[in-house]
């Protein structure tokens, strides 16, 4: 009778002590995965060709003004500290009327006191083919009067987690009268 009271408090022990050491497992904080559990298998590099149109003008516009900051002499020509919301229409060739491959969702600020250089932060939101619903983060500096400026591309979701790599933008045309632009990104990104 002892014996056997004694056993089923060992075992009452026993599972408590496991379910106690299960308990701690589920909780750890970090583990060591292979990259097949995520379903990553070979990085690749693919480039992406579209163009950016940057609409501020009519009742149309994509590019709206949200911040207007103090001039000062110095910012006057610059424009230092303004900020711009874009959801920019991305498309495939560089008329407005051509296929949409996505938006450029986001903000550029006017980041450079002494000439022309914005802050871009935005992410290119794609709805062509298997990229339907995926994004690319592009985070860096675009002085917008040089022939090409290069943006770092950080990261993605989607087809795109892990990605990285840069965009290389280029103006095709600026309307001097109405502010909007067309803007060519090339796009090299490494992902899986
Ligand atoms: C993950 O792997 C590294 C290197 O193999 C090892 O040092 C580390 O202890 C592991 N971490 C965990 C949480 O298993
Ligand atoms: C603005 O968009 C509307 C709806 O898509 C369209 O009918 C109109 O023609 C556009 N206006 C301009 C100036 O592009
Ligand atoms: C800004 O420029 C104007 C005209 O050149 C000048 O009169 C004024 O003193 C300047 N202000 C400052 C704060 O430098
Ligand atoms: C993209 O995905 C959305 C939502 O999943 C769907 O409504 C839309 O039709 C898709 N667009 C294309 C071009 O496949
Ligand atoms: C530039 O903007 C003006 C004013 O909105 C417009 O009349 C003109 O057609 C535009 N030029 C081009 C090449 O789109």
């Known amino acids: 009778m002892a014996t056997s009271v004694s056993k089923s408090i060992t075992v009452i022990f026993s599972v ?17 995965l292979s990259q097949r559990s995520l379903g990553l298998r070979k990085e690749k590099l693919s480039h992406f060709r579209f163009y950016f149109h940057d ?13 207007e900051a ?29 296929r949409l491959v996505g938006r450029a969702q986001g903000m550029y600020t006017s980041a450079s006191i002494n000439e022309m250089g914005l802050l871009m932060v935005m992410n290119y939101v794609f709805v062509e083919g298997k990229y339907n619903g995926s994004t690319l983060c592009i985070v860096g500096r675009n002085p917008v009067m040089s022939t090409v400026r290069e943006m770092p591309v950080i990261g993605g979701s989607g087809l795109f987690r892990f990605a990285r790599g840069y965009a290389e933008a280029r103006t095709h045309t600026f309307n001097m009268s109405n502010g909007d632009a067309v803007v060519e990104f090339n796009a090299y990104v490494f992902h899986y």
Request: glycine share 6%; charged share 15%; hydrophobic share 40%.
């Open 70 to 98: 103090t001039r000062t002499n110095r910012t006057a020509a610059t424009g230092f500290g303004d900020i711009s919301m874009i959801d920019n229409p991305l498309t495939i060739g560089p008329e407005r009327n051509s």
């Open 55 to 67: 609409i501020v003008s009519g009742p149309n516009a994509t590019a709206i003004r949200i911040v």
């Open 16 to 32: 408590l002590l496991l379910s106690f050491f299960l308990t701690v497992e589920s909780q750890k904080f970090s583990r060591n």
